[in-house]
């Protein structure tokens, strides 16, 4: 465990400025995603989400983002799933990114929606014949017996539905709307730059995120 003190990592690749920057928090996000893909970065899309559970304690874990737009940042779930449930009750949510051979992460807060029935058909059916069938089968977050239980309803909703099974109910996407990006790049020292993102309170248009006004400004690391 000593060694866990003594652990250090000097960042040294890059550096952030709030003059140079895009405006628009949301290509500045998706210039930071094509560059960690096009790193080949393991999992690139993986990111933690952290919900507000019943107590009022956050709630965190890994998700994959599939989809990034003017209007946020969406992924796909069991809307019956322990984190299905809280976002019902509080929609309130954070994403993080952390790509640690760019020496980057990325943390966005906002609200979440679901997406259209439309939107979730069209991922659902794009996805692989056995994850189509896994979302029936798996009734996420629940207790249960034991491996092969969850084998044999996976191959009882493979024998049901057939080839082109549809998408259920309970599974679709949600939309997070951010009202606030923070930047982060390493720097040497540990005098890191963090450029943050708000949504400008005095911009009382009623339009979308993307359109709306952001004040940037630089966070003491």
Not at 12 to 35: M, R
Not at 89 to 97: M, R
Not at 174 to 198: K, M, N, T, V
Request: aromatic share 10%.
């Amino acid at each position: 465990m000593n060694q866990l003190a003594d652990l250090r990592k000097d960042y040294t690749q890059a550096s952030l400025d709030e003059g140079s920057v895009c405006k628009d928090p949301f290509q500045q996000f998706e210039i930071w995603l094509n560059e960690a893909l096009k790193a080949q970065l393991p999992e690139p899309n993986a990111m933690v989400l952290s919900t507000v559970g019943f107590d009022g304690s956050p709630s965190s874990r890994v998700v994959l983002i599939k989809g990034v737009d003017s209007q946020g940042i969406v992924f796909f779930s069991n809307y019956q799933s322990v984190k299905g449930r809280q976002i019902a009750q509080n929609p309130k949510a954070s994403l993080l990114f952390f790509w640690p051979e760019l020496e980057r992460q990325v943390r966005i807060e906002g609200l979440l929606e679901r997406v259209s029935a439309e939107e979730s058909d069209a991922y659902f059916h794009s996805r692989p014949l056995e994850s189509r069938i896994g979302a029936w089968a798996s009734a996420q977050s629940e207790p249960i017996c034991s491996r092969e239980a969850l084998a044999k309803a996976f191959e009882d909703f493979r024998q049901e539905l057939g080839p082109q099974p549809p998408r259920p109910d309970h599974w679709g996407g949600y939309r997070l709307a951010p009202h606030r990006f923070e930047f982060w790049q390493g720097r040497p020292s540990r005098l890191h730059d963090r450029i943050e993102f708000r949504i400008d309170s005095s911009d009382t248009s009623e339009s979308s995120n993307a359109q709306r006004l952001w004040a940037i400004r630089r966070l003491s690391p």
